[in-house]
Nanobody
Framework: QVQLVDTGGGLVQAGGSLRLSCTASGYTFGRYSMAWFRQAPGKEREFVAAISASGGSTFYTDSVKGRFTISRDNAKNTVYLQMNSLTPEDTAVFYC?????????????????WGQGTQVTVSS
């Protein structure tokens, strides 16, 4: 049974940084592409970033390029999202997700398993 546990959210001031982590269990982590999505109140869940199974390819939505970095440690079954230069517009619940697809896609429908989400709040 696939389990993804998201951690690392919190309250931060604009311009600050946070690092999210997602630890996986119940499957062969190194065979899955991983991604981060986010959902702000009243909005649809949107793609943020993805990384291939090996970590050799990464993908970002335009609004986070140059500020966010996705990475993974397959020995620790963990994917990370380093978020710098945060703005109030980044406030959302962030979810990690897993898929066997490559390229991993940018739609929530492309992903099979989800974490429970972690709240990120950026104050102005």
């Amino acid at each position: 049974q696939v389990q993804l546990v998201d951690t690392g959210g919190g309250l931060v001031q604009a311009g600050g940084s946070l690092r999210l982590s997602c630890t996986a269990s119940g499957y062969t982590f190194g065979r899955y592409s991983m991604a981060w999505f986010r959902q702000a109140p009243g909005k649809e869940r949107e793609f943020v970033a993805a990384i291939s199974a090996s970590g050799g390819s990464t993908f970002y939505t335009d609004s986070v390029k140059g500020r966010f970095t996705i990475s993974r440690d397959n020995a620790k079954n963990t994917v990370y999202l380093q978020m710098n230069s945060l703005t109030p517009e980044d406030t959302a619940v962030f979810y990690c997700a897993a898929t066997r697809r490559f390229p991993p896609g940018r739609s929530a429908y492309d992903f099979d398993s989800w974490g429970q989400g972690t709240q990120v709040t950026v104050s102005s």
